[in-house]
Antibody, heavy 120, light 115 residues
Framework: EVQLVESGGGLVQPGGSLRLSCAAS????????MSWVRQAPGKGLEWVAN????????YYVDSVKGRFTISRDNAKNSLYLQMNSLRAEDTAVYYC?????????????WGQGTLVTVSS | DIVMTQSPDSLAVSLGERATINCKSS????????????LAWYQQKPGQPPKLLIY???TRESGVPDRFSGSGSGTDFTLTISSLQAEDVAVYYC???????????FGQGTKLEIK
């Protein structure tokens, strides 16, 4: 069974940092693009970042460029999101999602998500 | 950036009736070289992550009931539920994956309820 399990969320003060992790299983992790998508409380979905299979290409939504870094460790079947200079507007559930083999394409499946709350 | 706009924002339909959700993109998501529309639909039930329903605008994901169908091309797309069931109450999102570089966008969501 394909499974994605996020961890690392929590309460952080504005300006602080947090590192999210996503453990993948049930598929050949190194063969797929991976992504982070977030959802603010009661709001819609917002794509955050994509990373290619070998980590050579990374893309970010404008609002997190320069603050967030997506990375992966194919040996550990893990995806990461390093979040620095956090703002209140970064408060959201962060989902890890698998993309395609030829490109990020659609997101399937999704993890259950991890909640990040930025507040003083 | 490609902006995705869904309509309506919310919809109430009687059980067994048809539900139709629209999605419009600010520019075409039809890739001429392969004649494919780079659009997906998702269903999100309360407290759950989104679930992929449709990709390439009209290809149903494995395991998705055939009452769900996607149509449209270019900039205008539709998700249709032919006969609404109680378990279809959810928020539905469209998403384009046409952008290069790979910077994707979702519609704002459509909340579907039972009338």
């Amino acid at each position: 069974e394909v499974q994605l399990v996020e961890s690392g969320g929590g309460l952080v003060q504005p300006g602080g940092s947090l590192r999210l992790s996503c453990a993948a299983s049930g598929f050949t992790f190194s063969s797929y693009w991976m992504s982070w998508v977030r959802q603010a409380p009661g709001k819609g979905l917002e794509w955050v970042a994509n990373i290619k299979q070998d980590g050579s290409e990374k893309y970010y939504v404008d609002s997190v460029k320069g603050r967030f870094t997506i990375s992966r460790d194919n040996a550990k079947n893990s995806l990461y999101l390093q979040m620095n200079s956090l703002r209140a507007e970064d408060t959201a559930v962060y989902y890890c999602a698998r993309g395609g083999e030829e490109g990020p394409l659609w997101f399937d499946p999704w993890g259950q998500g991890t909640l990040v709350t930025v507040s003083s | 950036d490609i902006v995705m706009t869904q309509s309506p924002d919310s919809l109430a339909v009687s059980l067994g009736e048809r539900a139709t959700i629209n999605c419009k993109s600010s520019q075409s998501v039809l890739y001429s070289s392969n004649n494919k529309n780079y659009l997906a639909w998702y269903q999100q039930k309360p407290g759950q992550p989104p679930k992929l329903l449709i990709y390439w605008a009209s290809t149903r994901e494995s395991g998705v009931p055939d009452r769900f169908s996607g149509s449209g091309s270019g900039t205008d797309f539709t998700l249709t539920i032919s006969s609404l069931q109680a378990e279809d109450v959810a928020v539905y999102y469209c998403q384009q994956y046409y952008s290069t570089p790979y910077m994707y966008t979702f519609g704002q969501g459509t909340k579907l309820e039972i009338k």
